[in-house]
């Protein structure tokens, strides 16, 4: 059981927008940077939002991220076909001295 | 470009030993630490701890102690992972994954390896 709680599953129709929550407490999200990443079906995960709302290279800006208190969320613009995929929310937690990762949200674009 | 080049697919009996090695390439391996993530079939992230590449440091989580050992070789610019007396459980794909520090952001990952425990 983690201690970041991600919705199971989210769906979309294309060009539509989505959010994906991930819940956590003041040892967690409340206290440091939260990190996105996108797990295409059989492929290894892959960086798409760091500190909190700051995007790498090459990553589009239909990707955004958010924070508020114990909360962040993952928003995506103009869903495609190939935005289907489990998303992970990812940051530190000190009570663990771990890093804790969110049980991840599958994505379908209906 | 970084990239990490993981080994590939194992397949082991029960209460054997297995060695997955991640080559790293394209940026200075020991100015950043290498992470070790499991992911068991159809679940989600989980992480195992880190290694100093500039010391060669080891931190488990609890949970993934005793039976697993990281490792490096820094003259070929190489992590390991070491499971011993491996159980069915084990049985899931291991990622490496670069980060500034231990409480960073993985920002590159390996391709991941498949591990599989049956008899």
């Known amino acids: 059981q983690s201690v970041l709680t991600q919705p199971p599953s989210v769906s979309a129709a294309p060009g539509q927008k989505v959010t994906i929550s991930c819940s956590g407490s003041?040892?967690?999200?409340?206290?440091?940077?939260v990190s996105w990443y996108q797990q295409l079906p059989g492929t290894a995960p892959k960086l798409l939002i760091y500190?909190?709302?700051k995007r790498p290279s090459g990553i589009p800006d239909r990707f955004s991220g958010s924070k508020s208190g114990t909360s962040a969320t993952l928003g995506i613009t103009g869903l495609q076909t190939g935005d289907e995929a489990d998303y992970y929310c990812?940051?530190?937690?000190?009570?663990?001295?771990?890093?804790?990762f969110g049980g991840g949200t599958k994505l379908t674009v209906l | 470009q970084v990239q990490l080049v993981q080994s590939g697919s194992e397949l082991k009996k029960p209460g054997a030993s297995v060695k997955v090695s991640c080559k790293a390439s394209?940026?200075?391996?020991?100015?950043?630490?290498m992470n070790w993530v499991r992911q068991a079939p159809g679940q989600g992230l989980e992480w195992m701890g880190w290694?100093?590449?500039?010391?060669?440091?080891?931190t488990y989580v609890q949970g993934f102690t005793g039976r697993f050992v990281f490792s490096l070789d820094t003259s070929v610019n190489t992590a390991y992972l070491q499971i011993s007396s491996l159980k069915a459980e084990d049985t899931a794909v291991y990622y490496c994954?670069?980060?500034?520090?231990?409480?960073?952001?993985?920002?590159?990952w390996g391709q991941g390896t498949l591990v599989t425990v049956s008899s």
């Open positions: 994954a670069r980060a500034w520090g231990p409480t960073d952001y993985f920002d590159y």
């Open positions: 394209g940026y200075s391996f020991t100015t950043y630490a």
């Open positions: 290694i100093n590449t500039n010391t060669g440091n080891p």
């Open positions: 003041t040892s967690n999200i409340g206290n440091d940077y």
């Open positions: 500190d909190d709302n």
């Open positions: 990812g940051t530190w937690d000190s009570s663990l001295s771990a890093v804790a």
